[in-house]
């Protein structure tokens, strides 16, 4: 974030990864949303983007391409952001995302970082969508549950964002790579708080249950098992399916908001009736032995 005046701020973000669907056209608008939602979890209002594209030359067709790039597009316009250009080269794989500009006040921006003991937890998207993706290279996965997924990582965070800013949040991030634990740990730390989640209560994407008996744990939710170390600790009770789910790392996953209880029924009330899988997931106390406890 960049300070132009007392009551303006820039926003920049950037972000690029592999596909994780099959399809161009809706890779992109998964890329899109994800890329966007970095400045949705501060509270900011996107405004501009650049595209970030990369793949082989000889490998892929320029109609792939065309069909990824045209599906940032739609889903930049449909969040209301101008796509003013981006940069392109030729690369062994293939990588798309974006730079993204926007606007903040400097004094309602909301961070991981100002989570309270008292706030109640918030997730405003079903978790699952790395272990469909893994089982979609597998050629594992269910077309229906690929479709629930691909719906799910296409959505944008622009709802969330906007109805946590006008009710208050305390703290925001979103879930994406490092899975709901990673993120909440993030949190936990930068706040000097103990995050609670009640495993019971974590939203799924219908149809991966049987996918998680079959596929084990992934390789993403070990290296997020790694990262958490000790910092977080899962109940013994708590049933394998969501232990894996907990470190499942996501893409274009929701926005995980800490905000204080008087609050949390009003957003989840108004996230609903706008469409949003919104549910109160935990909570938060003082620091205690762990940042995170799935319990």
Not at 44 to 55: E, K
Request: aromatic share 4%; charged share 20%.
């Amino acid at each position: 974030m960049y300070r132009l005046s007392d009551d303006l701020a820039l926003v920049q973000t950037a972000d690029f990864f592999s596909p994780v669907v099959d399809d161009p056209y809706e890779c992109g608008q998964i890329v899109a949303a994800n890329c966007l939602s970095d400045c949705y979890a501060m509270g900011g209002r996107p405004l501009c983007a650049l595209n970030l594209v990369a793949w082989p030359r000889m490998a892929l067709p320029t109609e792939a391409i065309a069909a990824l790039l045209r599906g940032g597009q739609d889903a930049f316009e449909q969040a209301g952001v101008t796509l003013v250009g981006g940069h392109s080269m030729y690369c062994q794989d293939i990588f798309y995302g974006a730079a993204i500009t926007g606007l903040i006040h400097p004094e309602r921006i909301i961070t991981n970082t100002n989570a309270k003991p008292g706030d109640l937890l918030v997730l405003t998207k079903p978790l699952g969508s790395g272990v469909i993706a893994y089982g979609l290279h597998a050629q594992l996965a269910p077309e229906d549950t690929i479709e629930r997924a691909t719906a799910v990582m296409k959505q944008l965070n622009r709802e969330a964002s906007e109805a946590m800013v006008e009710l208050g949040a305390h703290a925001a991030t979103d879930i994406t790579g490092y899975g709901l634990c990673g993120h909440a740990m993030e949190m936990a730390e930068a706040s000097d708080v103990t995050v609670h989640i009640e495993a019971a209560k974590l939203p799924l994407i219908k149809g991966v249950e049987p996918l998680v008996a079959e596929l084990g744990q992934t390789m993403g939710q070990v290296d997020n098992l790694q990262l958490c170390g000790e910092k977080v600790v899962v109940a013994e009770d708590v049933p394998e399916l969501l232990r894996a789910i907990c470190f499942d790392p996501q893409t274009s996953g929701g926005l995980l908001i800490s905000m204080a209880p008087q609050q949390v029924e009003q957003l989840v009330a108004r996230l609903t009736e706008r469409g949003v899988e919104a549910a109160i997931i935990g909570r938060v106390t003082a620091k205690e032995e762990y940042c995170v406890v799935v319990e």
